[in-house]
């Protein structure tokens, strides 16, 4: 009876573990390279209908991004919004996919060598 108890509360914390790390970590994020963009114009917009029939509007940008050495990298990425203009994003790219996330930051978070390039 004992050993039964234990075990159903190692399943207990190992659930709960799993729940929260799908709920609190961006697997997109993992493994990717970061780059720095700034949004200077409005996105391209396209139109379609999902499967359920349901229309939609994605905007598509194509903006050069810098790597915190100052590297550029041109990022080809797809917003369900029009993002808005002078905003920093902080934006994940890998190998095999492209842009995979982003998300806004500050200017005073980029760094240094990004920022000069972004001015």
Avoid: C, H
């Avoid at 396209?46 to 050069?64: E, F, I, K, M, V």
């Avoid at 002078?86 to 060598?113: C, R």
């Amino acid at each position: 009876m004992k050993k039964l108890l234990i075990a159903l509360i190692v399943l207990i914390i190992i659930i709960g573990g799993g729940l929260l790390a799908l709920r609190f970590i961006n697997f997109n994020q993992i493994g990717a390279d970061t780059y720095y963009v700034k949004i200077t114009t409005d996105g391209k917009t396209t139109s379609g209908r999902a499967s359920n029939g349901q229309a939609y509007t994605d905007y598509n940008y194509n903006l050069p991004g810098y790597d915190e050495n100052g590297k550029e990298k041109e990022m080809a990425f797809i917003a369900q919004k029009n993002l808005r203009k002078d905003a920093y994003l902080e934006v994940f790219w890998k190998e095999d996919k492209g842009v995979t996330s982003y998300k806004e930051v500050k200017q005073t978070d980029l760094p240094k060598k990004a920022a000069d390039k972004l001015k």
